[in-house]
Structure formats: C-alpha cells, structure tokens
C-alpha cells in the first residue's frame, strides 16, 4: 500500500515537472512561432476584388473577380473559376 502511494506521488511530480518544463518551452518559442504563421502565404482568394459593380458585367469586371488578366486564355479562365467555386463551396470542411 505504502509503494503504491509512493509510485502514485513520484507519477504526479513528474507529471508536474513536465508541465513546467512544457510551458517554459512554449514561452521561449512564442516569438518564433508568432514569426511563422505570420510568414506562412495567405489563402489565394484573399486579395478579392472590391469594387463596386456596373449593371451589366465586362470582360475586365469578371477579370478582376477571378483574379486574372482581361486577356488571360480559356485555361485560366477555368482554373481561377474553379478555384474560386472550390473555395466558396457550401460542402466545404464537410
């Protein structure tokens, strides 16, 4: 009985010591840290166009919104539009 409360005390202070440890460690590695999530790229929608719209939608309008040149071909046309659909998915996280 004795050794089992022994066994029992020992587990509880290592415990107690590795938390220590742990949060000493995340608090020297916070600036770091910090410094990488802010260096990690944005999502690829984040530069949306914001301007306002004309009543009936241009070539350069639709550019803006998928985020391509006015004159980009078909290709990437799709592949923005597609994206942009991807991005914007009601299923998505699902």
């Known amino acids: 009985m004795a050794s089992t409360m022994v066994a ?3 587990t509880i202070a290592a415990a ?11 608090k020297q590695m916070e600036p770091q840290v910090k410094q990488a999530l802010q260096s990690l790229s944005k ?3 984040s530069g949306y166009y914001r301007g306002g719209f004309e009543p009936k939608m241009t070539k350069r309008e639709a550019a803006l919104i998928l ?8 290709s ?3 592949e923005a539009h597609r994206r942009i ?3 914007n998915h009601p299923d ?3």
């Open 43 to 45: 999502p690829g929608f």
């Open 85 to 87: 659909m991807l991005l």
């Open 76 to 78: 990437k046309i799709r």
């Open 92 to 94: 998505k996280g699902k």
């Open 67 to 74: 985020g391509v040149s006015p004159t980009a071909n078909r």
């Open 16 to 26: 107690g010591f590795a938390g220590r440890y742990a949060l000493k460690a995340m």
């Open 8 to 10: 029992v005390g020992l």
